[in-house]
């Protein structure tokens, strides 16, 4: 994406404010470093790294082989090799980028929302809002217009309010990611899977979606099925962490988050 200086100004601005925000408060406002999440965490926490590469692919391949059972999904332009080389180009960008979302959203923020003791979905929703909301600048001024066009026959109108909503039930599955390792790199992983991978799946041509169908089989976080898809695995590893931590424990787990 090309975008004019000022316009990379204020899309570096918006990127790195949360995070700038989020150690000023660590480091001056007295909420400490403890629960930062810096740690790989790899002890024990193999598994969930594996989740963290598998499950926009897995939710992908779902979504389309769904959307093409329909009739609603063609793949006129698709070649593995072109795929795979423009996913391993977009990678590290959207690994530096992620490190600035992630370590505000999941580095700070999740912990501090569990930390009230709120009901867990309650506390995913409140962070997924947030996270969501924070999008809208992006999406309205900083987004450009034909990649846009190229992901979605929605109007603004419809886009924005679908692609909050559906950053809530992904919020449980990156939340619960770093509860279960108390470490923000399988978010951070999850994350710079989706920004390489999905997104250019339509604005490449990869896939192309019946007009107006979008909304119902998109690969991304603003279609229907995609939010089911993370709505039901958010539950399972919510589920999971429930069985393997006992409930004893629940209450100090953000101490070591």
Same mark, same amino acid.
């Given at each position: 994406?090309?975008?004019?200086?000022?316009?990379?100004?204020?899309?570096?601005? %918006?990127?790195?404010?949360?995070?700038?925000?989020?150690?000023?408060? $660590?480091?001056?406002?007295?909420?400490g470093?403890?629960?930062?999440?810096? $740690?790989?965490a790899?002890?024990g926490?193999? #598994? %969930?790294?594996?989740?963290?590469l598998?499950?926009?692919?897995?939710?992908?391949?779902?979504?389309?082989?769904?959307?093409?059972?329909?009739?609603?999904?063609?793949?006129?332009?698709?070649?593995?090799?072109?795929?795979?080389?423009?996913f391993?180009?977009?990678?590290?960008?959207?690994?530096? +980028?992620?490190?600035?979302?992630?370590?505000a %959203?999941?580095?700070?923020?999740?912990? +501090?929302v569990?930390? !009230?003791? &709120?009901?867990?979905?309650?506390?995913?929703?409140?962070?997924? &809002?947030?996270?969501?909301?924070?999008?809208?600048?992006?999406?309205?001024?900083? &987004?450009?217009?034909?990649?846009?066009?190229?992901?979605?026959?929605?109007?603004?109108?419809?886009?924005?309010?679908?692609?909050?909503?559906?950053? #809530?039930?992904?919020?449980?599955?990156?939340?619960? !990611?770093?509860?279960?390792?108390?470490?923000v790199?399988?978010?951070?992983?999850?994350?710079?899977?989706?920004n390489?991978?999905?997104? #250019?799946?339509?604005?490449?041509?990869?896939? +192309?979606?019946?007009?107006?169908?979008?909304?119902?089989?998109?690969?991304?976080?603003?279609?229907?099925?995609?939010?089911?898809?993370?709505? !039901?695995?958010?539950?399972?590893?919510?589920?999971?962490?429930? +069985?393997?931590?006992?409930?004893a424990?629940?209450?100090?787990?953000?101490?070591?988050?």
């Amino acid at each position: 994406m090309n975008n004019p200086p000022g316009q990379s100004l204020g899309l570096l601005i %918006w990127l790195i404010v949360p995070l700038s925000t989020a150690l000023l408060l $660590r480091a001056f406002a007295g909420d400490g470093w403890q629960d930062f999440g810096l $740690r790989l965490a790899l002890r024990g926490n193999g #598994v %969930w790294y594996v989740v963290s590469l598998l499950v926009y692919p897995v939710g992908v391949s779902v979504v389309l082989l769904i959307g093409s059972a329909l009739g609603l999904i063609s793949f006129p332009d698709f070649a593995w090799g072109r795929l795979l080389a423009i996913f391993a180009l977009g990678f590290i960008p959207a690994f530096i +980028k992620n490190i600035f979302e992630e370590f505000a %959203w999941r580095g700070y923020l999740t912990p +501090k929302v569990y930390s !009230l003791g &709120l009901n867990d979905y309650v506390g995913h929703s409140i962070v997924g &809002l947030i996270w969501g909301c924070w999008h809208i600048p992006y999406l309205l001024f900083l &987004l450009d217009r034909a990649t846009l066009q190229a992901a979605t026959t929605q109007s603004l109108a419809t886009f924005i309010p679908m692609a909050i909503i559906g950053l #809530v039930p992904a919020s449980i599955v990156y939340g619960e !990611l770093r509860l279960l390792t108390h470490s923000v790199w399988p978010p951070l992983l999850l994350h710079t899977i989706s920004n390489a991978l999905v997104d #250019v799946l339509v604005v490449q041509g990869f896939v +192309k979606i019946v007009p107006g169908m979008d909304l119902l089989v998109s690969p991304g976080h603003q279609g229907i099925l995609t939010t089911i898809f993370f709505l !039901l695995v958010g539950i399972g590893l919510r589920q999971l962490r429930m +069985k393997t931590i006992p409930a004893a424990n629940q209450g100090h787990l953000v101490a070591t988050l």
